[in-house]
Each structure stands twice: as C-alpha cells, then as structure tokens.
C-alpha cells in the first residue's frame, strides 16, 4: 500500500499528529513570506506608491496567487499526481517519462525540462535560507536602528549554526518544528487581525476586481508588483516535494484550516497599516507588533527562518540522493541520522556547498530587498516546469487527454508566465544569480547524463556474450579456489569487466561465483518480495538481479541475505566483492564535446565509489581497473 493511501486512510488523533508535522516540515518556507513580501511591493528595488488603490489592487494579487496557485494548483491537482504516494520533481520525471520507450525524442524533451527543474530547485534551495534569516534578523533595525552593522554577521552566524547541525539529523530538532509553527502562523494571524479591525475596509480588497483594475490601470507598475506577489507562494513546490511525509489529506487539511487564513490576514494587516500610516511600508511586518512585543517577534521569526531553511535543505539532500539513484548525478557519500526513518539522510558535499552558496548571497547582496530580485525567479521557474510536466502526467498517466489536460494547466500557466515576465526584469538587479547557479546545476547534470550513457555505450561494445563465455569457460575451466566471488555487472546478460581481468591476471575463478545486476527504477520503492531475482546458470555461476526504488537505501549484503530462498546462501567472511574501476580517456571528435568531456571525467574521478554507495564491506572488496577512450 502506498503512503499516500495509509494516509488517506487516517483520521482522528493520527490526522492531527500528520498534520502537526507538515505544518513544521511543509509550510515554513511559504508561512515566512509575510516577512518580506508586502515590504517588496512598497518598499523593495522598484516600490509602487502607496495609495488605497495600489494596496487593495496589490492585496487583491496576493489572495488571488494563494488561491489559484496554491489553493487551485498544487493542493486540488498536482498532489494527485503522486508515484506510489511520492511527490517531488523526480516523481513527476519519472511519471512523465513512462511510456516514452518507443518515443525518445519527447523522453528526452521531458528529461531536460525536468532536469531544467531540478536545477532552479537548487537555485531557489540557495536563496530561501538566505533571505528568510536575513529578513528576520533586519526586524533589529526597526527597534534600534544603530544595530544595522550587527545584521549580517548575526545572519551568517545562524546559518553557520544552522548547516553545522545538519550531521546530527533534525529527529530531534523536528520534534519542536511543529509547535513553533503552530505559535507563528497563530501570531501572524493575530498581529494581521488586530489592524484589519482598525481598518476593516481592506477585506475589499478580497474582491478580484481590485486586482482586475490595478492591472488594467496601472500595467507598468502593475509589473513590477507581480515581480514582487510571486514571494507569496514561494514554497509552495514543498507540498508536492513532502507528500510522501504526509500524505496529501494533512497538507490540504492543514493548508485550508490553518496556513491559508494566517497568510491572508497577516497580509490584509499589512495593508491596513500601510495605508494608516504610509511611513510603515519599509518593513509593515514587524511594525505590526506593538513595540514591547518587537524583539520577541524578532526570535521568533529568526526560529521560523531556520524551520524553513531546514526544510529547504532536507528537501536538497532528497533530491539529490533521488537524482543520484535515477542516474542525474555522481554517487556521493550518504550519511543516515536517523535508525527508524530512511528518509533521514545527511550529504556532506551537498550541505557545505549549499552553505558557502548561502554565504556568498548574504554577503554579495547584503539586504532581503536585494535578495529578493534573486529569489523570484528561481520560484517561477520551477513553477512554469512543474506545470509543463503535470500536463504530460495528466494527458498520458491521468489519461486525460492532450485536450483537457491543456486546457487545465494552461489557466495556470497564464499566471504563471506573468509572474516570470515581472521577475525578467529583476534579472540586473540579482535575479541572475539563480539563473546562473541553475545553469550551472544543469551542465553538470546534463553532462553526467550523457557521459554515463556513452561509457555505457563504450562498454557495451567490448561486451562479451555471456552464455557464450560460460560454455567456453566449461570447456577449459581454470583452477577453481575457494570462496564465494560475486562481481558488480552493469549487463545482466554480459561478462563483467572485472571477471575478465581476474581471469586475465589470476587465472582462476572461485568455486562459486555470482553476477551481480544493480538495477533502479522510476518508483519511490520497491517491495521486498521483489528486491532479488536469483537464478543458477552452470558450474556454480548465479545471476542475481537486485531492484530498488529511487528512494530505497542501497544495501547489497542484506539484498544477497534474502537470496537465501533460491539456494543461495553467503557466509561475509567467505564472501569477496570484484568491482571495475575505469579511467576514462576524453578524446575529440567524440559524441560530446571535448570540454564536456572533461568535466565528466571529472566529476567520474571525484565521485563516490560503489562500495560506499551500496554499502559493501571496505575489508572484503577487490577493485580491478581499464582505461575507456569516451
């Protein structure tokens, strides 16, 4: 049974626990924006002038993005969308590329828009840590603004704390996600509460024909405002990124209940300040509070920041192990936190790169105003390609149909281009460096991917038929040793590498030997009783296929353990481990160009080797190397 159907199914207490964690882990990212978001508009790099009309217009603009975005988008139709109850831009990949065998030039359509994807993930992923702590910690400005020098190093102080804590796992850390969230979207709703009653006129502003006329009227102007809206549902790719967590019933529940009436309140408070006393637009949030209650505020929202900077990060180390698995990026060393939950995962390489980016943002752009021309459109991006696949999952996996399956996600995608038109024009003003980063994210991905597939080509062209061997092999068997010997095969049906070699060099072969076969496929998990497929050949040769899913946990021992059913028993301390290591060799006038082919030998050398990745015993492998001309 999927997760998304065992949560489906809950209800009572155990609804409430699932809710009370996907407000922590879901909702920090989105439930931080009233922090920035209305300040843009008024007060950002390109401030519209504060009058009735441009706030109820503007006012109007957000409500409406919440809905039709959020609301409409991702909660009622792009959580549907799930593979086996997972969410993410991996799964819609992989439901996207089903069916594509015989098509490969749309399977390849689909996988660079989806790589394209994962790239402005990464980029938003670098953004949000540094402009939601940033943005809490400048609240010190308003209380006394002689503390402007201290913003920044106490900034870079609460991420370095932040990323330093990433090895020790967030079970414990999470376990208070919850509670917080439920104290800050409590306060938000408040603190907006109290000056809409001091000004309740604003809930106009509800009406989509403010935001009709303000487009209508001031379209310039109106422009830069949208540039500035899209901060109101950033975050909003964590509903779909964390279904697998929750399930879609908690998130929707949760978002409609709780999260929804909060945001739009503390927005709508905003307003109605701003238009009594226009001097708050340079930072409406914290003059919200009264001023005994601004340096509390001022905690608190620096804790919501790290709350949704963890999730951002969480959600990076998820999305790379996936792309890992999937084959989009090189293997690299996976450290667990967590000894009940598998999705507790820790990337070094990931977290002290994703800091250091982080650095360099707050450093480099020093103000949530600056940042914010950079944050905007990393989330459009990823928004316009979210839409793009769920029509192809919609039309072919929903079974739909081209028709209305376009039809739907077209009136989304509307929206949705307006909002990436308005942050092309923050592009000189920051917006480049997520376009730059996301770039850069591409490249590598793109060309991991099509080095993998020519050294497997190249490979497969010096592949020996494996029957064919196995009868030559009877026909003048080398001395037998004993021992179990099991080699990693990329080809279920060829010679490994490394077995030749070993007959090459050695001249012998162990008494019992088995062909091991690693295959990965585009489901979150696969089950047990189909993890291992083993089958005898002759002279004491096996085949073993071992499957996983793109969040399964790589672990070959155990996997050999369940051979046990088909005859094939191991002893570990009996058991040695033959894997290939190739050199690769670039050359011109090859399929991929030279430079690229530099970068992928490259990223080949430095990656993280087999026995790490499918967690081989160090002290029973044997590596034997080629050199492979790409």
Wanted: proline share 5%.
């Amino acid at each position: 049974m999927s997760s998304s159907l065992q949560t489906e199914e809950a209800s009572g207490k155990r609804l409430a626990a699932l809710a009370l964690a996907a407000l922590g882990v879901v909702y920090g990212d989105i439930g931080t924006s009233p922090l920035y978001a209305v300040k843009e508009v008024f007060a950002g790099n390109h401030p519209i002038p504060v009058s009735q009309a441009n706030v109820y217009g503007s006012l109007s603009l957000f409500f409406w993005a919440l809905i039709i975005i959020v609301s409409v988008k991702y909660v009622h139709f792009v959580l549907r969308a799930d593979n086996r109850g997972e969410g993410g831009i991996m799964a819609l990949i992989a439901l996207a590329l089903r069916d594509t065998r015989n098509r490969p030039r749309e399977a390849r359509a689909i996988m660079i828009i989806g790589i394209l994807g994962a790239a402005m993930f990464y980029g938003d992923g670098m953004v949000t840590p540094a402009i939601s702590v940033l943005s809490a910690v400048e609240g010190l400005e308003v209380g006394a603004p002689a503390l402007h020098p201290f913003v920044i190093p106490i900034t870079l102080a609460v991420l370095f704390a932040l990323f330093l804590l990433q090895r020790h796992g967030t079970a414990l850390v999470g376990a208070f996600f919850g509670p917080v969230m439920v104290i800050w979207f409590s306060v938000l709703a408040v603190l907006g509460a109290v000056n809409i009653v001091a000004h309740p006129e604003i809930i106009a502003a509800l009406s989509p024909l403010h935001g009709i006329a303000f487009l209508r009227d001031n379209p310039t102007l109106a422009l830069f405002a949208m540039g500035n809206v899209v901060l109101a549902v950033t975050g909003a790719e964590a509903l779909y990124a964390d279904m697998g967590h929750f399930g879609r019933k908690p998130i929707s529940r949760v978002w409609f209940a709780f999260v929804l009436p909060a945001l739009v309140l503390n927005y709508f408070g905003q307003g109605a300040l701003i238009l009594t006393d226009p001097a708050t637009a340079e930072n409406p949030f914290y003059h919200l509070a009264p001023d005994w209650a601004l340096y509390p505020l001022i905690g608190l929202a620096t804790v919501a920041t790290v709350i949704a900077s963890q999730a951002v990060i969480s959600g990076a180390f998820s999305v790379t192990r996936q792309a890992m698995q999937l084959g989009f990026v090189p293997r690299m060393e996976v450290q667990h936190t967590s000894e009940k939950e598998q999705g507790q995962i820790y990337l070094p390489a990931v977290n002290w790169g994703l800091m250091l980016a982080v650095m360099i943002l707050v450093l480099g752009f020093r103000s949530s105003n600056n940042l914010a021309a950079a944050y905007g459109i990393a989330v459009t991006g990823d928004m316009v390609i979210t839409s793009l696949l769920a029509v192809v999952v919609a039309a072919r996996v929903a079974k739909w149909g081209w028709p209305k399956a376009i039809a739907v996600f077209s009136c989304f995608l509307v929206v949705e281009l307006i909002f990436l038109a308005a942050n092309v024009l923050k592009i000189p003003d920051g917006g480049w460096f997520p376009l730059v980063a996301g770039m850069l994210v591409f490249l590598l991905m793109t060309t991991w991917k099509r080095g993998r597939d020519l050294l497997s080509a190249r490979l497969a062209g010096e592949r020996l038929d494996l029957g064919m061997f196995l009868e030559s092999l009877a026909a003048s068997m080398p001395t037998r040793v004993a021992g179990t010997a099991v080699f990693l095969n990329a080809d279920p049906n060829g010679v490994p590498h490394a077995l030749l070699h070993n007959l090459m060099h050695n001249k012998v072969v162990h008494e019992r030997v088995v062909l091991l076969s690693v295959q990965f496929f585009d489901v979150p998990y696969v089950p047990d009783i189909d993890r291992v497929e083993a089958r005898q050949l002759r002279d004491n040769f096996w085949s073993v296929i071992v499957q996983y899913g793109f969040k399964d946990e790589p672990d070959i021992p155990h996997a050999l353990a369940m051979c046990a059913d088909a005859g094939l028993e191991f002893n570990s301390l009996d058991t040695s481990y033959f894997i290939g290591r190739e050199t690769l060799i670039p050359r011109l006038n090859s399929e991929m160009a030279f430079w690229r082919e530099k970068i992928f030998v490259a990223m080949f050398r430095n990656g993280g080797s087999a026995t790490a990745f499918f967690n081989i015993p160090s002290n029973r492998v044997v590596e034997l190397g080629t050199q492979v001309v790409l």
